[in-house]
């Protein structure tokens, strides 16, 4: 097809996606024009500006005045990409990880690096701590004491490589007996007796700074110190039990590097403070003579964010603060140590104008608990060191957005990301924006092979020069959708909050008594007929028509004609009428199975019936359960155990969208390209020869009222290609994390008894017992399904279920995933000797035979009734 020429041809050929958009209608004209001429003019009415030291931008207007949908704006996508191929475009095409580290503020220590090395323009400054020695450092501070310049009480020795013996060698307590502030971040230093005994002779320091020594590995190294300085009021940005006056005055910016207080203090030195910013202290006790009313008289903002303040009664937290009389604003996690009511915050301190953010009438006319409009964003972080790369890898996720490509054969499988450019990307959040920006694919020639992506910002407000240009991140989601939740991918939300959800959520697992289907009077019959006639049977799986050969079966190709319908289709009221299917036909599927087959519902089905159990990793619906997720991965952070998880969709197979991650912002972003449950991965399985596997077992039910099921005694395993670890480069890796390569990657059959007599050998351990709690556990999982779903009995239904298990490593099972109508492509194409059951061998070609034969006539070959 030729270029598009017209604006009715533009019109006709995208006005799906003009409308999914959202743009406008006045506006397509427009866009049209500026889309045929390639006009980006974006930088005649926007500036970006860096804040927050330069880890983060924000977008501003700077023309005169424009008006609500008057004009609109091309935004080019600086990158795009799927996302199991992020890492790979990042190592291999040009100046892309440059680009993106800057355009998300991840370089800003290389650039003032490369300042200080004169890679780039910008000058040294006067005292260049980076060029050295901490001997030369010190040698300086004590030429300023000798010249009687200067009595050092700040000092900063931070990355000089400072080990053990070199602290030492300093002798810093004879050097500088008035300090009062000491950094040592970032240095060598291991041993907690020899850098207590050092720190303890400097009599008047006040705050110490140990981050990023070798010293932590310890866990009570940080008591330890400061036990043995009773003085210390600071130990590694943490208040101790014994701050006071200076640590305060500290973090109400009276104390810094140029003022570090000294031993003539005039009286009441905190008078002036007006704004203390107490945030994540570890403050344990607010009842201190330091902070009082008389002390800070003046003080009219106060924020306790992230503190414990568990030594204090709640009575007492309100009685202090309400003899604050100038305080106007308060800041504090809701839940927390003020209560879990934000009105009754409200109630106790009238004199409050602003709590976290909110007018107080607002939120008394509103009786809100919990409120936040000052939230914090998520800033990257990085380690010192850590490549360009993994920088941008973690930060993209403030960043990126997503969609996925259609036509009118089919939905692409998994979705396309992007980073908008540079002015895009400076747009920050709003709850009232007052821009809008939609995605848009531009086929210039008609077709999805033209396509060209672009986002097209336009005003949905009217703004003038100096406002700032914000959109809303989570457009067209409210709270029916979690919204606050799922602003933690952005921002630091109130953790107390989300942890309470998580425990109430937990504690109710825990109470749930384990549930017993309702028994039935009667087993199933056999459909053998006493005349010989076969059973017809429809499929309309190729493997069952070419491998079902038993006499007392025959294929027929219409539905309505067979005994059974054995079929891959989903069957509802529907596809029964269009088949002309009657309630008098067997088919292989039971109602309400969705309670095993979807993931989510699984999760649900067992944790009705059975609550938390070993067998069953923690598993929450992100649609409904987000924020017990977000408390139960910042409990795990608090108390740094695993905290790495595994995003399924809800009813796909073959691992497609699945993504494994320890980032919560990715967790909570991944939530746009489907429902998905989020599971804890399993970290440590047990390996075969150092790779990862699972074990697929083929379950057959012949009711579930009363609950007949047999489980087949030919099983196999799935191996991966690749050597398993945790080297956080791998999650990408299909042949490393997973086992599925009837599909993808490079099958590895390897034949059951081998696997298990290897395995034994490999692992020092039984088979069998392996085998008994893995039959013990599939049993529990079709139990809490006839439990809570009763209704799924019919007793016109018979079905074969896929059951996928993996070991941890302690061979303990653990249940993955259950599958209707599993591909069965091994079970007909192998001869297996069982090695379970009786042990003889079990050719393919008779799969099916003794499949039906189980489920319609009874038998029991080469099957064990579970």
């Avoid at 895009?424 to 009232?432: E, K, N, P, V």
């Avoid at 457009?475 to 921002?491: D, M, V, Y």
């Avoid at 939300?493 to 309470?500: D, H, L, Q």
């Avoid at 087993?523 to 059973?535: V, Y």
Wanted: some cysteine.
């Amino acid at each position: 097809m030729s270029r598009l020429q017209s604006f009715d041809d533009f019109v006709n050929v995208h006005g799906v996606i003009l409308a999914a958009a959202g743009i406008p209608q006045s506006l397509h004209r427009i866009l049209f024009q500026k889309l045929s001429s390639d006009t980006f003019d974006g930088g005649r009415y926007f500036q970006i500006e860096p804040l927050e030291d330069g880890r983060q931008r924000r977008l501003l207007f700077t023309s005169d005045f424009m008006a609500k949908h008057s004009n609109l704006f091309l935004v080019d996508h600086a990158w795009t990409f799927r996302l199991s191929n992020a890492y790979k475009q990042l190592c291999e095409a040009p100046g892309l990880a440059e680009r993106m580290a800057a355009l998300m503020c991840v370089d800003i220590d290389l650039i003032s690096a490369a300042k200080e090395a004169g890679d780039v323009d910008g000058g040294a400054g006067e005292e260049d701590n980076s060029k050295q020695s901490a001997a030369e450092i010190v040698e300086r501070e004590m030429g300023k004491v000798k010249e009687g310049r200067d009595d050092t009480r700040w000092l900063e020795l931070e990355e000089l490589d400072i080990d053990d013996d070199m602290l030492v060698s300093l002798d810093l307590p004879n050097k500088f007996p008035n300090l009062l502030a000491l950094s040592l971040c970032g240095n060598n230093l291991m041993d907690v007796e020899v850098v207590s005994k050092e720190v303890t002779r400097l009599n008047n320091l006040k705050a110490l700074w140990l981050n990023n020594n070798p010293i932590f590995e310890h866990s009570n190294s940080e008591a330890a110190i400061i036990q043995g300085c009773p003085g210390v009021e600071i130990c590694n940005s943490k208040f101790t039990s014994n701050y006071g006056e200076w640590a305060l005055g500290f973090c109400g910016g009276i104390y810094d590097n140029d003022n570090a207080g000294g031993a003539y203090q005039r009286d009441h030195p905190l008078e002036s403070v007006t704004s203390l910013d107490l945030s994540n202290r570890s403050i344990r006790n607010l009842m201190n003579k330091a902070f009082n009313p008389d002390e800070i008289a003046s003080l009219s903002y106060l924020n306790l964010r992230g503190n414990p303040l568990d030594q204090n009664s709640l009575s007492d937290l309100l009685q202090l603060l309400k003899g604050f009389s100038c305080l106007q604003s308060l800041e504090v996690d809701i839940p927390g140590p003020l209560g879990e009511s934000a009105a009754a915050i409200v109630e106790a301190l009238p004199n409050l104008f602003l709590l976290n953010g909110v007018n107080t009438s607002k939120i008394l006319e509103s009786g809100k608990s919990v409120v936040d409009s000052m939230l914090q964003p998520r800033l990257p972080e990085w380690a010192a060191g850590e490549p360009l790369i993994d920088r941008v890898i973690n930060a993209m996720w403030l960043y990126i957005m997503t969609y996925r490509l259609a036509d009118e054969e089919k939905i692409d499988e998994t979705s396309v990301w992007y980073v908008m450019d540079e002015l895009g990307s400076a747009l920050r959040h709003s709850d009232r924006p007052n821009f809008r920006v939609s995605p848009f694919l531009y086929m210039p020639e008609g077709n999805l092979a033209s396509a060209v992506s672009y986002s097209i910002l336009w005003p949905i407000d009217d703004v003038r020069e100096g406002d700032e240009c914000t959109r809303d991140y989570l457009f067209g989601i409210g709270e029916e959708k979690q919204r606050s939740a799922r602003l933690t991918a952005w921002f630091h939300t109130p953790i107390n909050y989300f942890i309470k959800e998580y425990e109430k959520y937990k504690n109710k697992l825990q109470s749930v008594e384990i549930a017993s289907p309702i028994k039935g009077s009667s087993l199933t019959s056999s459909l053998f007929r006493g005349d010989g006639s076969a059973l017809r049977v429809y499929a309309d799986i190729p493997q069952v028509e070419e491998y079902l050969t038993r006499p007392e079966f025959v294929i027929t190709t219409e539905p309505k004609d067979a005994d059974i319908i054995w079929t891959s289709m989903q069957i509802d009221e529907e596809t029964k009428k269009a088949a002309g299917i009657n309630d008098e036909q067997y088919i292989n599927q039971f109602p309400f199975e969705a309670c095993l087959v979807m993931k989510h519902h699984l999760a649900e089905t067992i944790q009705k019936a059975h609550g938390l159990v070993e067998w069953f990793q923690p598993t929450y619906n992100l649609e409904t359960q987000l924020s017990q997720l977000i408390g139960d991965f910042h409990l795990r952070e608090r108390e740094k155990l695993d905290n790495l998880w595994i995003l399924k969709p809800w009813n796909m197979a073959r691992t497609i969208d699945t993504t494994i991650t320890s980032n919560l912002s990715a967790i909570i972003r991944l939530m746009e390209t489907g429902p998905k449950i989020c599971q804890k991965y399993i970290e440590h399985p047990a390996l075969f020869k150092g790779k990862k596997f699972d074990v697929r077992y083929i379950v057959l039910v012949r009711s579930m009222n009363p609950l007949d099921i047999f489980l087949a005694d030919v099983f196999w395993v799935r191996l991966a290609n690749n050597t398993y670890t945790l080297e956080k480069h791998s999650f990408d890796e299909y042949e490393t994390h997973f086992t599925v390569m009837n599909y993808r990657g490079r099958l590895n059959h390897m034949n059951t008894p081998d696997f298990v007599k290897e395995f034994e050998k490999e692992h020092e351990v039984n088979w069998q017992d392996i085998h008994s709690r893995i039959r013990n556990m599939i049993k529990s999982a079709f139990k809490a399904a006839a439990a809570v779903h009763p209704e799924m009995h019919h007793s016109k239904s018979r079905a074969m279920y896929g059951v996928d298990v993996m070991l941890d490593c302690n061979f303990e099972p653990k249940l993955l995933e259950i599958t209707y109508c599993p591909d069965c492509t091994r079970a007909v194409t192998y001869d297996t000797e069982a090695v379970v059951g009786g042990g003889e061998t079990v050719k393919g070609k008779d799969f099916f035979n003794y499949i039906f034969g189980c489920l319609f006539l009874n038998e029991t070959n080469h099957v064990s009734q579970l």
